[in-house]
């Protein structure tokens, strides 16, 4: 048995009971969580271990492929530059990236892009990782196509070039690559330890992924008419995490690596925007941008996952309702998670933040068994009920 480590405040004592429980019974291999209130850093836990056999014990700075939790970086790097003025959300992409207009994708605008709703979802033809990890030359292919959909209609999951898309405003505006505008421009201010792709120095510090058992379909569950198209292209192998051209690759919807208290740094500047800080803290969204974010985009049916889901500008927004996000409270919150499990929360109205980092992989949309049950503690630990 290995012994949670870390920190938190006698406040949130049940999160450390939990993560410890999760991890004797299977439940976790490895993983790490986060809570900062008020900009104030009240969990900061790690245990379990980086690996199957465990052998490797999970280290407070072990980092783990953290999916489409990627997704909510490549958000921040594109609103930074609305932040400063350099792109407005309702520019049309083709301002910047002209070849974008082709077959009738000139009125897509930015925003289209950050709430999953251009009508590009993903690749007409097939396509492989090694494709995939070439940013340029796939987000090309993605230029000439015909929309899916007609845009800013509806939302469709963009699973894999939801960076691709993001990724070129970013090149084409400040000459840096997605990758290099994370590292340089979000992840060393603020002394992060995240990156899209990994470093060959890091290789040793990663935690396996471990692939949830083969189940059958949930009886309900119902995937979107893009299902296949969006999601299931490419398909990926079971080691895809040790390919060279993933680790090495530049895909801004999946392919970060981190853990709970890098993802929380980096979060924490949206959920506290505006704030006067002092020390470490460094502003990089106003909070007027922030406020974009809460601005509704798409309320319904996904076309590629089969669920309703309200996106805001960038991210998901809590729902009223029995929808995928019911275990967490009412209020003004932004969020999103990556496959397996990873997680981020940004409660504005609360100035709370939440993320959470494993390896033992769930096959659930958002959040997993665990993790839900440490948001409960966590929300529980503050007074807040969740109906």
């Known amino acids: 048995m290995t012994e949670v480590h870390g920190n938190c405040t ?8 939990l993560l ?13 969580i986060a809570v900062s209130v008020d900009g104030q850093d009240v969990v900061n836990l790690w245990g379990g271990y980086a690996d199957p056999e465990n052998k490797r014990p999970w280290t407070e700075d072990t980092v783990v492929g953290v999916a489409s939790s990627t997704k909510m970086i490549s958000s921040l790097a594109v609103l930074m530059l609305v932040d400063n003025g350099t792109v407005s959300v309702y520019d049309k992409v083709s301002k910047y990236w ?26 007409d033809d097939k396509i492989t990782v090694d494709e995939v990890s070439d940013s340029i030359s796939s987000s090309a292919k993605l230029a000439q196509q ?33 990758k290099q505008f994370v590292a340089e421009k979000i992840a060393a201010p603020l002394k992060a330890d995240f990156q899209i792709g990994l470093l060959d120095q890091d ?6 992924s471990i692939a ?15 299902f296949v198209k969006a999601i299931m292209n490419p398909m990926l192998p079971p080691d895809v995490g040790s390919l060279a051209a993933w680790r090495q690759g530049e895909i801004g919807a999946s392919n970060g690596y981190s853990n709970a208290y890098a993802m929380n740094k980096i979060l924490s500047t949206i959920t506290l925007a505006g704030r006067e800080g002092g020390g470490e803290f460094k502003q990089l969204l106003s909070k007027p941008t922030v406020d974009l974010i809460f601005k509704e985009q798409s309320w319904g049916m996904d076309l590629a996952i089969g669920v309703p889901i309200r996106f805001g500008i960038g991210y998901a927004l809590k729902q009223d309702g ?61 007074g807040v009920k969740i109906s």
């Open 20 to 32: 410890q429980q999760f991890i004797d019974s299977g439940e976790e291999v490895g993983a790490s």
């Open 322 to 382: 029995d929808w995928i996000d019911d275990w967490m409270p009412k209020g003004e919150i932004a969020y999103w998670g990556g496959s397996g499990g990873s997680l981020g929360i940004m409660d504005v109205g609360r100035k709370v933040t939440i993320t959470y980092a494993m390896n033992k992989r769930s096959p659930a949309l958002i959040g997993n068994t665990a993790s839900k049950a440490y948001v409960g503690a966590i929300y529980e630990a503050l």
């Open 203 to 208: 290789a040793d510090r990663v935690a396996a």
């Open 146 to 178: 015909a929309p899916w959909w007609e845009p800013g209609t509806a939302s469709a999951y963009h699973a894999w070039n939801f960076g691709h898309l993001l990724g070129e405003i970013v090149r084409r505006v400040t000459g840096l690559s997605l």
């Open 10 to 17: 006698p406040q949130f004592k049940k999160v450390r009971t």
């Open 212 to 226: 949830p058992p083969a189940a059958p379909p949930a009886a309900d569950f119902k995937p979107g008419p893009l």
């Open 98 to 123: 002209p070849e974008f207009a082709a077959n009738g994708k000139e009125n897509v605008e930015i925003r289209h892009l950050l709430s999953h709703t251009s009508g590009v979802a993903g690749w």
